[in-house]
Protein backbone atom coordinates (compact mmCIF):
# COMPACT_ATOMS: atom_id res chain seq x y z
CA UNK A 1 0.00 0.00 0.00
CA UNK A 2 1.48 3.49 -1.44
CA UNK A 3 1.15 6.13 1.40
CA UNK A 4 0.51 10.22 0.77
CA UNK A 5 0.85 12.84 3.50
CA UNK A 6 -2.45 14.27 5.11
CA UNK A 7 -4.43 11.34 3.77
CA UNK A 8 -6.08 8.78 5.97
CA UNK A 9 -4.24 5.03 5.18
CA UNK A 10 -7.28 3.22 5.46
CA UNK A 11 -10.96 4.53 4.58
CA UNK A 12 -13.19 5.18 7.19
CA UNK A 13 -10.56 6.14 10.10
CA UNK A 14 -11.42 10.10 10.05
CA UNK A 15 -14.25 8.82 12.32
CA UNK A 16 -11.23 7.14 14.94
CA UNK A 17 -9.70 10.50 15.33
CA UNK A 18 -11.41 12.80 17.23
CA UNK A 19 -9.98 16.41 16.09
CA UNK A 20 -11.73 19.05 18.08
CA UNK A 21 -9.13 18.48 21.25
CA UNK A 22 -7.15 21.23 20.25
CA UNK A 23 -10.45 23.72 20.27
CA UNK A 24 -9.89 26.76 22.19
CA UNK A 25 -13.30 28.45 21.94
CA UNK A 26 -16.58 26.25 21.49
CA UNK A 27 -20.11 26.85 19.88
CA UNK A 28 -23.05 27.16 22.34
CA UNK A 29 -26.47 26.94 21.38
CA UNK A 30 -29.18 29.27 22.74
CA UNK A 31 -32.17 27.10 21.15
CA UNK A 32 -34.61 29.84 22.16
CA UNK A 33 -33.36 31.93 19.34
CA UNK A 34 -32.90 29.47 16.96
CA UNK A 35 -35.29 28.89 14.05
CA UNK A 36 -33.87 25.54 12.46
CA UNK A 37 -33.05 28.15 9.65
CA UNK A 38 -30.08 25.01 8.78
CA UNK A 39 -27.12 27.73 7.71
CA UNK A 40 -25.16 26.66 10.40
CA UNK A 41 -25.54 23.38 9.34
CA UNK A 42 -24.62 23.85 5.61
CA UNK A 43 -21.04 25.97 6.30
CA UNK A 44 -19.62 23.67 9.30
CA UNK A 45 -16.42 22.61 7.60
CA UNK A 46 -16.20 19.11 9.37
CA UNK A 47 -20.38 18.19 9.43
CA UNK A 48 -20.45 18.41 13.16
CA UNK A 49 -23.37 20.19 13.39
CA UNK A 50 -26.02 17.91 14.00
CA UNK A 51 -30.09 17.41 14.69
CA UNK A 52 -31.16 15.94 17.65
CA UNK A 53 -34.52 13.98 18.18
CA UNK A 54 -36.46 17.03 19.72
CA UNK A 55 -35.25 18.59 16.01
CA UNK A 56 -32.76 21.24 18.01
CA UNK A 57 -29.93 22.01 16.77
CA UNK A 58 -26.60 20.85 19.05
CA UNK A 59 -22.50 20.41 17.66
CA UNK A 60 -20.57 17.11 17.99
CA UNK A 61 -18.06 18.46 20.06
CA UNK A 62 -15.68 15.45 19.23
CA UNK A 63 -15.20 16.62 15.98
CA UNK A 64 -15.50 20.72 15.76
CA UNK A 65 -12.71 22.65 15.80
CA UNK A 66 -13.70 25.41 17.29
CA UNK A 67 -13.91 27.66 13.75
CA UNK A 68 -16.56 29.76 14.56
CA UNK A 69 -18.22 30.06 11.11
CA UNK A 70 -21.27 28.13 12.61
CA UNK A 71 -21.99 31.22 14.55
CA UNK A 72 -21.14 34.60 12.06
CA UNK A 73 -23.62 32.42 9.79
CA UNK A 74 -26.54 32.22 12.09
CA UNK A 75 -28.84 35.14 11.11
CA UNK A 76 -30.83 34.68 14.63
CA UNK A 77 -27.65 35.46 17.06
CA UNK A 78 -28.14 31.54 18.24
CA UNK A 79 -24.89 30.46 18.44
CA UNK A 80 -22.57 31.83 20.62
CA UNK A 81 -18.57 31.44 20.83
CA UNK A 82 -17.38 30.73 24.49
CA UNK A 83 -13.88 29.86 26.36
CA UNK A 84 -13.09 26.26 25.89
CA UNK A 85 -12.60 24.75 29.63
CA UNK A 86 -10.49 22.19 29.84
Known amino acids: ????????????????????????????????????????EQYCPEPCILVADDGKFDVDLDYCKGCGICAEVCPFDAIKMVLELK
Open 1 to 40: MKFYPGVPAMPGTSLDNHTGNWRTQKPVFDHAKCTACELC
